[in-house]
């Protein structure tokens, strides 16, 4: 597999120290959750909310912000520019950007057939995307939200910072686990404030076995695309799209997140099958993941 940007072949993960490391993914959890959480907190002390206002939406960039903290710590000298030259490249992402674009048309196309069997009725179609936390902004504009803080404010740090480093460290398996673990616990404060969570009951379970699934699946399609997280971006916001608008087609959500469940499986299995046969499973595709050069 070409090796990323920056990266000249070598497996370079390895040249950061286990201390330095643990000082960068320190700061990028503390600034990242420190961050979000602090702009949550306002919320957390409201009363019950039907409708986000607008600074909860500046909570999203917590992991952008993370990214940018962890980066000047792990290279203080040029580093940022490397990791956003690499991050935020057009370069080489031709097929992630035709896997994601692709993946989010069926699903699209297969949640709409199981609406049609389950409800009878596609009358919500045109609902598709619409949501009462955003009332009265049409599909497109909830998109580009989407986009800019779900898409770009979190991705720069879960797949454009966190993701790239560990895996060049641990490899790509232990990393989306760990990702994943990060991921979730981000979230928290949501369960507090936000009606789309504060209703889960016992279907936080699924929505935590599919935050899993995402972490394998983004992290699979960001490495597809040399680490750039464009991508990975746009699938994040058109994913948001279809999930999130609570006024669309009602099995839509849960159908889509039940494809991406299988898509993990999948990635995971085929990553399994690779390692076992090149007997370093621990360790799978690690030489193609940034490591520290991605923060020179």
């Known amino acids: 597999m070409t090796a990323a940007p920056g990266v000249h072949?070598?497996?370079?993960?390895?040249?950061?120290?286990?201390?330095?490391?643990?000082?960068?993914v320190a700061v990028f959890v503390g600034v990242t959750f420190g961050f979000s959480w602090l702009i949550s907190l306002p919320l957390v002390l409201a009363p019950p909310l039907t409708v986000m206002p607008w600074y909860f939406y500046l909570g999203e960039l917590g992991p952008a912000v993370g990214a940018v903290a962890a980066t000047l710590?792990?290279?203080?000298?040029?580093?940022?520019?490397?990791?956003?030259?690499?991050?935020?490249?057009?370069?080489?992402?031709?097929?992630?950007?035709?896997?994601?674009?692709?993946?989010?048309?069926?699903?699209?196309?297969?949640?709409?057939?199981?609406?049609?069997?389950?409800?009878?009725?596609?009358?919500r179609l045109p609902l598709?995307?619409?949501?009462?936390?955003l009332p009265g902004i049409p599909a497109i504009v909830v998109l580009l939200i989407w986009?800019?803080?779900?898409?770009?404010?979190?991705?720069?740090?879960?797949?454009g910072w966190l993701m790239p480093t560990l895996t060049g460290r641990f490899g790509f398996i232990s990393a989306a686990l760990v990702v994943a673990a990060v991921w979730m616990l981000w979230h928290?404060?949501?369960?507090?404030?936000?009606?789309?969570?504060?209703g889960m009951g016992w279907a936080a379970i699924g929505w935590a076995l599919a935050l899993v699934a995402g972490s394998f699946w983004l992290g699979w399609l960001a490495r597809l695309?040399?680490?750039?997280?464009?991508?990975?971006?746009?699938?994040?916001?058109?994913?948001?799209?279809?999930?999130?608008?609570d006024l669309g087609p009602a099995s839509l959500p849960a159908t889509v997140s039940t494809i991406v469940i299988v898509q993990a499986l999948v990635v995971v299995a085929i990553l399994i099958v690779r390692g076992e046969r090149r007997g370093r499973l621990a360790h799978t595709d690690r030489r193609d993941a940034p490591g520290d050069a991605a923060n020179r």
Request: proline fraction near 4%.
């Open 73 to 123: 710590v792990l290279r203080p000298t040029g580093g940022l520019n490397g990791w956003a030259r690499r991050t935020f490249s057009f370069t080489g992402i031709g097929r992630a950007l035709i896997v994601a674009v692709v993946s989010l048309i069926l699903y699209l196309g297969i949640g709409l057939v199981v609406e049609q069997l389950t409800e009878g009725s596609l009358d």
């Open 225 to 245: 695309g040399r680490w750039s997280i464009i991508p990975v971006v746009l699938w994040h916001g058109g994913f948001d799209l279809i999930t999130s608008g």
């Open 147 to 159: 986009v800019l803080t779900s898409g770009l404010g979190e991705e720069t740090g879960w797949r």
């Open 188 to 198: 928290v404060p949501q369960f507090l404030f936000n009606p789309g969570f504060r």
């Open 9 to 24: 072949g070598r497996d370079v993960g390895h040249r950061t120290t286990v201390p330095r490391l643990g000082r960068a």
């Open 128 to 133: 598709i995307g619409l949501t009462s936390k």
